[in-house]
């Protein structure tokens, strides 16, 4: 597996409440990475912007050479692992992890 490199990274959500606030780390190449921490704390909203599901508003993020910040959303190479008590009711798979946890409009 490739090295991860988060710099800077700022993600605001509708309302201005910040779900990550100028997150920097690395995760060295072949290395494992768990987050934790409490329910809203951005766990998910970081894998999204990892995983190219969301861009971020500020900061650079780095997965081996490919440096993301030309967006084009989704990479074929990394995939979410939901957990099933974390879905919305009402919402297939795919509109849980595109439309994350907000209820649907």
């Known amino acids: 597996m490739a090295a991860i490199v988060v ?3 700022t993600r605001t959500l509708r309302g201005g409440r910040k779900a990550l606030d100028d997150v920097s780390f690395e995760v060295p190449a072949g290395s494992s990475c768990a987050l934790i921490g409490p329910a809203g704390s951005g766990k998910s909203t970081l894998l999204r912007l990892i995983a190219r599901r969301e861009k971020p508003d500020a900061g650079v993020i780095e997965i081996g050479e ?3 910040q030309s967006w084009r959303i989704g990479r074929p190479e990394l995939a ?3 957990d099933p008590d974390a879905l919305e009711p009402g919402r297939n798979l795919y509109d849980n992890i595109v439309r ?6």
């Open 7 to 9: 710099t800077h990274v």
């Open 66 to 68: 490919d440096v993301s």
């Open 80 to 82: 979410e692992l939901v």
């Open 100 to 105: 994350g946890s907000a209820p649907a409009a």
